[in-house]
């Protein structure tokens, strides 16, 4: 009889491509994840993985195998999740991708509040720019800036009126002018950052997109907030990430008469997941912490030629 936990392993195998990657994030040794995919080639009596000395990788019949095993676990899954629906109490593990700078300096009190109220329920968050992969990242739900349109995930939102404003510390203002438009921002020193694996560099402010170079770039989101509190250039981010900076007097926004481009935030499932008791209550919780800082949102100037 295939085991579950032989099924998991095949899968999380697949995904990431070798027995020592697998062991180290279950706590196993290479040795157990091995041993637990030849039962289950044996069990299947089908070859799963072709294997050498430099590398593994599935056989066309493993290949052709792994979305039934993935449909598997999601529908066992999901019975748990059913039985344990009528219960207040949450139990099992939430895995949560989110972006540098919300996870660091939004998100983690939030989540230490969802974990009071929930102390049967294991929480691990992944903390990243790059967007999260489901089938090769252990996650079970994202928070996700922009318009999500994965026809195998669902999007919740959380705070469709979020967008990005451009910012700078007041000593790097008084240092260096203010600009007056979106042209003379490419006389001034732009922090940069990868977004989605490229450099985040054409800022859309009103009808009109700069191209932006500076002297610092960093993989980072929240690296880039940090150099421009510090008053090393202007910055084009989330106003959620830097709503805390500006309401500090940390960071003023410039050129506040041009809209900054729409940055809608939500929180991404699969769809299977998206009536699970425990996403239900985080959502809850999330847009319970986002929706009053709407009204902190700073209105647009009013010569509305200026906003597209």
């Known amino acids: 009889m295939v085991r579950f936990e032989d099924l998991q392993l095949f899968v999380r195998t697949a995904a990431l491509g070798s027995f020592s990657n697998v062991a180290r994030e279950v706590g196993l040794l290479p040795g157990q994840v091995a041993a637990a995919i030849k039962r289950l080639e044996r069990d299947l009596d089908v070859r799963l993985f072709a294997r050498s000395t430099?590398?593994?990788?599935?056989?066309?019949?493993?290949d052709q195998y792994l979305p039934f095993a993935r449909e598997v676990l999601d529908t066992l899954r999901e019975g748990q999740d059913r039985v344990r629906r009528e219960s207040t109490q949450l139990h099992g593990l939430l895995q949560v991708s989110a972006p540098s700078d919300l996870g660091r300096n939004l998100l983690l009190p939030w989540l230490s509040e969802f974990r009071r109220q929930h102390p049967a329920l294991s929480l691990r968050?992944?903390?990243?720019?790059?967007?999260?992969?489901?089938?090769r990242d252990p996650v079970d739900v994202a928070l996700r800036y922009g318009v999500f349109d994965d026809a195998s995930w669902v999007a919740l939102a959380l705070a469709p009126w979020n967008r990005r404003v451009l910012v700078g510390a007041p000593h790097y203002l008084e240092r260096n002018g203010r600009p007056q438009t979106p042209a003379d921002i490419a006389q001034h020193h732009c922090l940069l950052y990868s977004l989605n694996g490229r450099a985040h560099d054409r800022w859309r402010l009103g009808d009109?997109?700069?191209?932006?170079?500076?002297?610092l770039y960093s993989n980072d989101a929240d690296i880039a907030r940090r150099l421009a509190v510090a008053g090393e250039g202007l910055v084009y981010k989330s106003w959620?990430?830097?709503?805390?900076?500006?309401?500090?007097?940390?960071?003023?926004i410039v050129l506040a008469q041009y809209q900054g481009e729409s940055t809608p935030l939500n929180l991404v499932c699969p769809h299977r997941k998206q009536y699970s008791p425990a996403v239900q209550q985080l959502h809850a919780l999330?847009?319970?912490?986002?929706?009053?800082l709407k009204?902190?949102?700073?209105?647009?100037?009013?010569?509305?030629?200026l906003i597209a």
């Open 295 to 305: 009204q902190e949102l700073p209105p647009l100037a009013s010569d509305p030629g």
């Open 54 to 62: 430099r590398s593994l990788r599935l056989t066309a019949e493993g």
């Open 240 to 252: 959620l990430d830097v709503h805390d900076d500006i309401e500090a007097g940390r960071l003023e």
């Open 286 to 292: 999330l847009r319970s912490h986002l929706d009053p």
């Open 208 to 215: 009109q997109t700069v191209q932006v170079t500076g002297p």
């Open 125 to 135: 968050l992944l903390i990243s720019d790059q967007v999260a992969d489901v089938f």
